[in-house]
Every structure is written in C-alpha cells, then in structure tokens.
T-cell receptor
Framework: EAGVTQFPSHSVIEKGQTVTLRCDPI?????LYWYRRVMGKEIKFLLH????????ESGMPNNRFLAERTGGTYSTLKVQPAELEDSGVYFC???????????????FGPGTRLTVL | AQSVSQHNHHVILSEAASLELGCNYS??????LFWYVQYPGQHLQLLLK??????LVKGIKGFEAEFIKSKFSFNLRKPSVQWSDTAEYFC??????????FGKGTSLLVTP
C-alpha cells in the first residue's frame, strides 16, 4: 500500500513568488491534514479536510495560504505571495477517521521543505 | 498556554547507552499521547501511543514510554541504543478532536 506522498520534496523560491505544494493521501483516507514546522519550532497543525470539505482551518497563518482538495483526493496548499517567514517543512498526513482515537493513526508524508529567499 | 515541551533538543549518545527523552504537556482533561520518529530522509512514523490502561507502553524497535499523570509527563526510553536509532523524535498530544500538538523535537545522534 502506497503511503502519503508529497511533491515537491524541496522548493526554493523568492519572496513574493507563488508556490503550490501537493499531497496525495493514502487511498481511501477521507481525512487529510496539513502541518508545518518552522525551523526550531514545533510541528503545528494548519488545517483538516474531510473529503473535500475544510473541517478546521484554524491553524492557517493568514490569507496568503490557500488549501484545496477538489474531488476529495489529493490536496494542494498554495502560498501567494510567499514571505521569508513561510520557510519551513510542510507535512501532510491522512487518516481513515477524523478523530484522535486508538485505531486511527495519522500517517505522515515525507514533507516538503520550502525555502523563501 | 497549552503546550508540549521536550526538554532535550540535541542528544548525543554512544551505542549501547541508555536513552531517556523527556516530554511534558500542559493540556487538561483526557489526553492521548504519542511519540513519533523521523529517521534521516524518511517520513514521520509512529513509535508508540498511550490512550488508557497500563501507563507503561511498549512500541516498535525496543522503545517504551511511561505516562505519569501527576507529572504531566510521557518520557521515552530505550535501554540500549543503536546507531540506527539516530533520528529526530517528537512527542505529541491529542486532547480533543483530530489535530496533534507536537513538541519541538529532540535530535538524537548515536555514535559508534
């Protein structure tokens, strides 16, 4: 079974440019999460999709970030325009169920390392 | 403020040494606790988890963790580390809903 995949693995862009990150969850996982780790900080929750619907986007830092999950399969996270403080590693995770529960592991992708110069 | 604290940011051990990584949390109510590991070049993977029952939980690769409710702690232990344990370790808490709340991570380097 394929795991969670993310593309690209690395992205280097200049301040003011636009970047789109992609996440493909495990097949059959309706729940998809985005997290971000800024250097030296915690991995922080950004948002949660159930199928194509945003259940919670309380962790999104500002309106320069736009996440979509059209069709309820893969998801994209667009940063426009990118700022220096957006640099970090963006993780995607997926799970069968929406809740934190014993039988519901969140499986993580390898992350996309974003560097904004 | 609610948070997860990992006390050691960088740990260097020799092979066969014992390991204990500290994790404290400040969430109230029922919490579910996790340790994740990220090996170099790989994705985050679950090492072990605690939801209820025996506060001493065993995970993969010989790791274990002890939940001490009175201390709000969930320390990770391994009696004898190997070079292959070199990785970054993250403590996480789930206290409601679905989001995981992570600590800053501890980078472990095991030297031969």
């Amino acid at each position: 079974e394929a795991g969670v995949t993310q593309f690209p693995s690395h992205s280097v862009i200049e301040k003011g440019q636009t970047v789109t990150l992609r996440c493909d969850p495990i097949s059959g996982h309706d729940n998809l999460y985005w997290y971000r780790r800024v250097m030296g900080k915690e991995i922080k929750f950004l948002l949660h999709f159930v199928k194509e619907s945003k259940q919670d986007e309380s962790g999104m830092p500002n309106n320069r970030f736009l996440a979509e999950r059209t069709g309820g399969t893969y998801s994209t996270l667009k940063v426009q325009p990118a700022e220096l403080e957006d640099s970090g590693v963006y993780f995607c995770a997926s799970s069968l169920y929406p809740a934190v529960r014993w039988d519901n592991e969140q499986f993580f992708g390898p992350g996309t390392r974003l560097t904004v110069l | 403020a609610q948070s997860v604290s990992q006390h050691n940011h960088h740990v260097i051990l020799s092979e066969a040494a014992s390991l204990e990584l500290g994790c404290n949390y400040s969430y109230g109510g029922t919490v579910n606790l996790f340790w994740y590991v990220q090996y170099p070049g790989q994705h985050l993977q679950l090492l072990l988890k605690y939801f209820s029952g025996d506060p001493l939980v065993k995970g993969i690769k010989g790791f274990e963790a002890e939940f001490i409710k009175s201390k709000f702690s969930f320390n990770l232990r391994k009696p004898s580390v190997q070079w292959s344990d070199t990785a970054e370790y993250f403590c996480a808490v789930g206290n409601s809903g679905y989001a995981l709340n992570f600590g800053k991570g501890t980078s472990l380097l095991v030297t031969p």
